[in-house]
């Protein structure tokens, strides 16, 4: 019989190959309803993940992931719905996007779908992001329902303004206080809290 080989963290050699250029924009700067969020990646010690990557994904402001050849290219007009972003030294992140709408077909209530890698995983990571303006489709959100208040509360990004208009703030706690909610998707069916 054959030992298992161990498993292996997934970086950091991602943070050179995966993010490409305009990466955080999923919408030009300008764009009209345009939103930023922005916030810091922490490990259990508090301190800041200067290498890793997030993925968001979301829906359009119709409702809609949008599925055509080419999606994920930058062509500086079209809404893709996908960002890759990394880290920097100091462990934060931007991105400029639309706010999403509700799935169409869901009870979900709006949000970024976030696919976190970072150094010390074996696997990533999978989470979401809520904003507060959507209070009624929040509270008839099944994952959401699942929260205690305090847990609920990781999962929503914070309102803060910002210079080039309306901006949210959320921050990814790795592990300890305030750990953000994680998601295990092997599960069939709605995501289920970790």
Known sequence: MLDLTPSQTVGPFFAFGLPFDGGGDVVPMGTPGAITLHGTVRDGAGAAVPDALLEFWQTGPDGRVPVRPGALHRDGRSFTGFARVATDRAGDYRL???RPAAPSGARDAPHLAVTVFARGLLHHLFTRVYFPNHVEANAADPLLAQLDEERRATLMAVPDGGVTGPGYRFDVRMQGA?????????????????
């Open 96 to 98: 400029r996007t639309l």
């Open 178 to 194: 305030g750990e953000t909610v994680f998601l295990d998707l092997s599960v069939s069916g709605a995501p289920v809290p970790t």
